[in-house]
């Protein structure tokens, strides 16, 4: 656990192992706090900033030691990149990127000024300090005998007067509500599928409503069956765990107000089924409940920021294996609204579990659904690692995500979603077949879940190629990301009803 304090006391008296600056590139004259510590050090800024030494570029982190008058041991100085182009996620990505650097050195106490906050605020800097903060020394070492625990306790936010200390305690209190639910996304994710089944995450999901003050309710396969959730239940049938249906409502409004409505993918195994994927990197699959993840870890978020939105959470869990009950390409399965779908190939799972929590939502009424999803390979060719695929029956509703995952530097990009796709997945046999062919798989995909959305406002945020990244990348560690977390927190809060 990783302590960040506030403190209005004097830089030059606060006793850290590190205190952490930034410069940015092609600065003439060193002005404010930069200025003034370059001051009390003789100019050594400024002599290494114009030897070149230090040139002010994005990743740079240099370590200055040992400075009578000063009381911290070290002086850090990162980059900030170039002024016109800064802004709140450099400042998550640096912070991140230092603390990492330091940690690595074993440091245990950092202080910081507010990076850039003459750019983007005090609020926004000591917010995005506190998330690259938490994000960036982020570890998934639980199942390491010899794990080497992260060296760094305790953070120290600096150099900001009295009057906005309220303001910066403020900005670190969400910045690690969003980030500790960001992490808690990369746990559920991370962990291995023997260790989250859909009955365990059921349980973790009731044991964060519980806590959170929010309503949970886990149904059973008996009851799938009584809603007819034939297209959940085909997938769930070759698996030994149980499904669990898990819903989560917040009402942060009148209890009467329609709901907002979030659905993630919950398949805690993806072997591909009976149509089984091959086996180099099979074992990244028990990362296809991330867009469950996420929704669980948004909405505990949003409870604790007590948003002024009511939202309910839905997240259909289930392995997709290749049991001697599996359903087999062919077969047809009929999904809670009565559509008939043929199984074309049972490793296009996703889509089948979603249409029948899709149903589910709309027979319990809710205002707008977007559906976050590990749903195909399809969106990294697409789009390859940098943009999650936004797709959509509503403009309104999908610019209003767009924006979202802007504000929070979450890359989306929507894609189309148009009736000349159609008949790539009609069936022979059935209303439906569960796949649409090589081209334009995401579209096809997207387009399938939004046939059971019907009229009203939906949208699908397809995180294939986002929810896992293969090294360590700024604030992000290899393994999950929790990508699509701040992104639908920006959301709800986009819906707020001001107070
Ligand atoms: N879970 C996968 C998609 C996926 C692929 C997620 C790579 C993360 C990384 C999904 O269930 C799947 O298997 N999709 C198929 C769909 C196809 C059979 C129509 C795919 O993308 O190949
Ligand atoms: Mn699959
Ligand atoms: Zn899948």
Redesign the pocket.
């Known amino acids: 656990m990783i302590n960040i304090n506030v403190s209005t006391s004097n830089i030059f008296g606060f006793k850290t192992d590190a205190f952490v600056i930034g410069v940015f590139e092609k600065t003439e004259k060193f002005q404010g706090l930069v200025g003034e510590l370059d001051d009390v050090f003789k100019n050594k800024i400024s002599s290494l900033y114009f030897e070149n030494e230090i040139r002010g570029r994005i990743g740079e982190v240099t370590i200055i030691h040992n400075f009578v008058g000063f009381s911290s041991e070290r002086l850090v100085v990162v980059g900030l990149g170039k002024r016109e182009d800064f802004d709140d996620d450099i400042v998550r990505k640096v912070s991140a990127l230092a603390l990492n650097k330091l940690n690595s050195i074993n440091l245990k106490q950092i202080s910081f000024s507010l990076l850039g906050s003459d750019l983007i605020g005090i609020f926004n800097s000591a917010k995005s300090i506190s998330e690259g903060a938490i994000m960036g020394l982020y570890r998934f070492d639980k199942y390491k005998s010899k794990s080497n625990i992260v060296s760094i306790q305790d953070i120290n936010l600096l150099g900001f007067g009295i009057g906005d200390e309220k303001l910066v305690k403020d900005a670190v209190r969400q910045g690690q509500i969003i980030s500790d639910a960001v992490n808690l996304s990369r746990d559920l994710t991370n962990e291995p599928s023997n260790k989250m089944t859909p009955s365990i995450l059921a349980d973790i999901a009731t044991d964060i409503a519980l806590e959170g003050g929010f309503e949970s309710e886990v149904y059973e396969e008996e009851d799938m069956i009584n809603f007819g959730m034939g297209a959940l239940l085909g997938v769930a049938s070759g698996s030994i765990q149980k499904p669990k249906f898990i819903v989560l409502k917040y009402f942060g409004l009148d209890r009467e107000l329609t709901p907002l409505c979030f659905i993630g993918k919950g398949?805690t195994f993806?072997s591909?089924g009976i149509s089984i994927k091959p086996a180099l990197n099979m074992g990244?699959?028990k990362a296809?409940m991330a867009g469950g993840a996420s929704v669980i870890a948004a909405i505990q978020a949003i409870a604790k920021l007590e948003l002024k939105i009511n939202l309910v959470v839905i997240v259909p869990a289930t392995e997709n294996m290749p049991g001697g009950s599996a359903q087999k390409p062919g077969d047809v399965v009929t999904a809670m609204d009565g559509t008939n779908i043929e199984i074309d190939?049972t490793?296009?799972?996703?889509r089948l579990v979603l249409a029948d929590a899709i149903s589910y939502a709309r027979s319990i009424g809710v205002s707008k659904i977007l559906d976050v999803a590990?749903?195909?390979?399809?969106i990294r060719i697409a789009l390859g690692t940098n943009y999650a695929g936004l797709f959509g029956n509503d403009d309104e509703f999908t610019e209003n995500i767009l924006n979202s995952g802007q504000v929070v530097a979450e890359k989306i990009w929507k894609l189309p979603v148009d009736h000349d796709y159609d008949n790539q997945y009609k069936s022979q046999v059935a209303d439906f077949k569960n796949?649409g062919g090589r081209d334009a798989?995401s579209i096809t995909?997207a387009q399938f879940i939004g046939e059971f959305a019907g009229d009203i406002p939906w949208a699908h945020l397809d995180i294939?190629a986002m929810s896992r990244i293969n090294s360590d990348k700024f604030y992000f560690r290899k393994g999950a990301t929790g990508f699509s977390v701040r992104t639908l927190i920006q959301l709800a809060r986009s819906f707020e009803i001001p107070k």
């Not at 490793?347 to 996703?350: F, H, P, Q, Y």
């Not at 590990?374 to 399809?378: D, P, V």
Request: glycine share 24%; net charge negative; hydrophobic share 30%.
């Open positions: 398949i993806d591909g990244d699959m296809d190939n490793d296009a799972e996703g590990t749903l195909t390979g399809a796949t798989g995909g294939a």
